[in-house]
Nanobody, 127 residues
Framework: QVQVEESGGGLVQAGGSLRLSCAGS????????MGWFRQAPGKEREFVAT????????YYADSVKGRFTISRDNAKNTVYLQMNSLKPEDTAVYYC????????????????????WGQGTQVTVSS
């Protein structure tokens, strides 16, 4: 089973940018659908973005569409989340996760469709 580890979180002012990275381990990690989720205090974990194994297909939550970009470099076993025009409501712990399902199924299943989770990285956006 693939293991993942996030990095790149931090404190940024509203309107700023951050890039999160998710490093995957395991020989088959490049074949997984990968996703980013986030969880704010007192709220449920929510879907942010997902990308298929080749990087040719992506889905985004409406709340981040046009501001966030998910990408992957399979040679480095790494998935990225570029976050621009950050807002205070983007403040959350961001999690990377891997899914064995095809991207459409994984995205429809949400949290339940992903079986390998990282520890999360904190993103704080100040107003």
């Amino acid at each position: 089973q693939v293991q993942v580890e996030e990095s790149g979180g931090g404190l940024v002012q509203a309107g700023g940018s951050l890039r999160l990275s998710c490093a995957g381990s395991g020989r088959t990690s490049s074949s997984y659908t990968m996703g980013w989720f986030r969880q704010a205090p007192g709220k449920e974990r929510e879907f942010v973005a997902t990308i298929n194994w080749s990087g040719g297909s992506t889905y985004y939550a409406d709340s981040v569409k046009g501001r966030f970009t998910i990408s992957r470099d399979n040679a480095k076993n790494t998935v990225y989340l570029q976050m621009n025009s950050l807002k205070p409501e983007d403040t959350a712990v961001y999690y990377c996760a891997a899914s064995r399902f095809e991207i459409t199924t994984a995205q429809a299943m949400g949290v339940r469709g992903f079986g390998s989770w990282g520890q999360g990285t904190q993103v704080t956006v100040s107003s």
